[in-house]
């Protein structure tokens, strides 16, 4: 154990080393970007480390490997946040331990998201997922609204009980006009976080940027980068 603690507190460090010569280099403050550590297929273990190591924000993709993973480590101080694409029938479980849900792309999931949460008793903050691949009205080949659909379904959440609606999400698009051009697809998602903020002034959450492109995220003006591999290392799918 000690020596997987030595590990993650050097990749750590280097991460940090990362996301504050990027700051520099854009003239922010290095407290305005939030470090979330993607743990997807890593063990609670690891969550138990990175919380040791003074990590608060951590993420998960998959309810039937964060479910569990979460309840082992109910008694850490951290702020879950669930990242991956989710279907309706996962959605009281995940509403259970996730404080935001990052991936909220379809009026559907709104409905089911707080349902549940009204049933919790609690509150839950929705990332609205922009999908940069796609046409004005159509989803993402991973999830994700088109543009256009941003400012109905951010009215849908700030007027559902129990949901919150807290900013915008992306992933760097494999596709499209912003394939291979992390910094203006990340600049586009702070220009649709400026108009969305005119009608839901507390939604300034940018979460953007990965392990390979946080560099341009931080550029861009993102509030949060979700690293994962940089942080845990790489790591066998599992299943």
């Known amino acids: ?82 990242v991956g694409q989710l279907q309706t029938n996962k959605v009281r479980s995940v509403v259970g331990y996730a404080d935001l849900v990052q991936s909220v792309d379809r009026s559907k999931l709104v409905t089911a998201l707080s349902k549940e949460a009204v049933r919790a008793e609690r509150e839950v903050g929705c990332l609205i997922q922009v999908a940069l691949d796609a ?15 941003i400012a109905e379904l951010a009215d849908l959440i700030a007027g559902a009980p129990g949901l919150r609606v807290d900013g915008l999400m992306t992933v760097a698009p494999l596709t499209g006009e912003y394939a291979g051009r992390e910094l203006a697809a990340f600049e586009r998602l702070m220009d649709l976080s ?31 980068v979700r690293v994962g591999t940089a942080v845990l290392g790489v790591r066998p799918r599992l299943g």
Not at 3 to 28: F, H, M, P, S
Not at 198 to 220: F, I, K, Y
């Open 194 to 224: 400026t108009d969305l903020r005119r009608a839901h002034p507390a939604a300034n959450m940018v979460s953007a940027g990965m392990s390979a492109d946080l560099e341009q995220a931080v550029a861009a003006g993102a509030t949060h």
């Open 1 to 82: 154990m000690t020596q997987r603690k030595d590990e993650l507190a050097g990749n750590l460090a280097k991460v940090e080393e990362r996301i504050t010569a990027a700051c520099v280099a854009a003239g922010r403050k290095r407290e305005e970007v939030t470090l979330i550590v993607v743990t997807k297929t890593y063990p609670a273990s690891d969550v138990q480390i990175l919380s040791d190591l003074g990590v608060r924000h951590v993420a998960e993709n998959k309810d039937q490997d964060a479910a569990p993973k979460a309840a082992e480590c109910s008694g850490l101080p951290l702020t879950w946040h669930f």
């Open 135 to 149: 046409g004005e009205r159509e989803r993402g080949e991973r999830g994700g609204v088109a543009p256009g659909g």
